[in-house]
């Protein structure tokens, strides 16, 4: 099984300031000190990653969310990726990390509850995230949507990649 190698990394940060700064531009909020990104390659904790690209964690206190972790299954996705060879990471990675802020975006402004995201929730943010990424249109990004709007089903609508009931591992791309 293939991890971002010290290359990648350097393409997982770059895709995430890009997500970020199309976040911030389309909401005028800043979410930097907000989330952490972490992969498997990272020894982040695996539980619930299996057929998703992405899971939201969040980190609590007091029973308040006070910080999210995107968790990135770098497995899945240079799998995904050397099948698809049309699309490049960098695009790929952008468009993962937009969905995963725009969750947190919701989240952080009461539009959605972390503990109760359900495939209506997946639908609006995968909506937002198309919008946003229209109007700040990283290269390659026409790519990306023609290839996900080919699959059957998406991976944004498989049932498994959604949520998984009774965790906090719910938000998931």
Do not use: W
Request: glycine share 4%.
């Amino acid at each position: 099984m293939a991890h971002f190698n010290p290359f990648h990394k350097s393409v997982l940060r770059a895709g995430s300031d890009i997500a970020d700064s199309i976040l911030m531009r389309n909401t005028r909020t800043d979410f930097k000190n907000r989330y952490d990104v972490s992969t498997l390659a990272d020894g982040s904790d695996n539980k619930g990653l299996y057929d998703s690209f992405a899971r939201l964690m969040s980190c609590e206190v007091n029973g308040r969310i006070i910080h999210y972790r995107i968790c990135l299954n770098d497995e899945d996705i240079m799998e995904f990726l050397r099948h698809n060879s049309e699309i490049d990471m960098l695009t790929f990675i952008v468009f993962v990390m937009t969905h995963e802020l725009v969750h947190i975006h919701r989240f952080s402004m009461g539009e959605a509850d972390f503990d109760k995201v359900d495939q209506d929730e997946e639908i609006i943010v995968d909506n937002l995230t198309r919008l946003f990424l229209a109007k700040y249109p990283p290269a390659g990004r026409e790519r990306v949507f023609r290839l996900l709007d080919k699959l059957t089903p998406p991976p944004l609508y498989n049932h498994r990649t959604i949520f998984e009931t009774g965790g906090r591992f719910n938000a998931y791309l």
